[in-house]
C-alpha cells in the first residue's frame, strides 16, 4: 500500500506563499504521474497540477504563473510551490499520485488565505 503524506499546509496572508510537499513511501518514478488537488468548503475536488513521470507538468489555468510543481526523486517527494496567494486559493490540498495500478490518495493538508 501506497502512502502519501503531505505537510506545509497553514495559514497566510493574501499576497503569501507556501511551499507544500508529499512524501511517498515508494518510489515516485514509478508512477505515471504525481499531482496535487484542492477541495474547498462546498465544492467538488479539483486539478491544481500535475508532473509527469519524464517532468512534464500541467497546471489549472486559475494558478497558471503563481504555483509551480516540482519533484524530488532521490527524495521520492514532490512539491507545490505556491506564491501571490489568494483567499480563493483557501481549500484543503491533497496529493495524488497515478500508476498502472491505480491512483493513491494523501490525507490532505489544510491551506487558508485571509484576505
Known amino acids: 500500500q501506497v502512502q502519501l503524506v503531505e505537510s506545509g499546509g497553514g495559514l497566510v496572508q493574501a499576497g503569501g506563499s507556501l511551499r507544500l510537499s508529499c512524501a511517498a513511501s515508494r518510489i515516485i518514478f514509478s508512477f505515471n504521474d504525481m499531482g496535487w488537488y484542492r477541495q474547498a468548503p462546498g465544492k467538488q475536488r479539483e486539478l491544481v497540477a500535475t508532473?509527469?513521470?519524464?517532468?512534464?507538468?500541467n497546471y489549472v489555468d486559475s494558478v497558471k504563473g503563481r504555483f509551480t510543481i516540482s519533484k524530488d526523486n532521490a527524495k521520492n517527494t514532490v512539491y507545490l510551490q505556491m506564491n501571490s496567494l489568494k483567499p480563493e486559493d483557501t481549500a484543503i490540498y491533497y496529493c495524488?499520485?497515478?500508476?498502472?495500478?491505480?491512483?493513491?490518495w494523501g490525507q490532505g493538508t489544510q491551506v487558508t488565505v485571509s484576505s
Open positions: 495524488n499520485a497515478r500508476g498502472l495500478a491505480g491512483q493513491h
Open positions: 508532473i509527469a513521470r519524464g517532468g512534464s507538468t
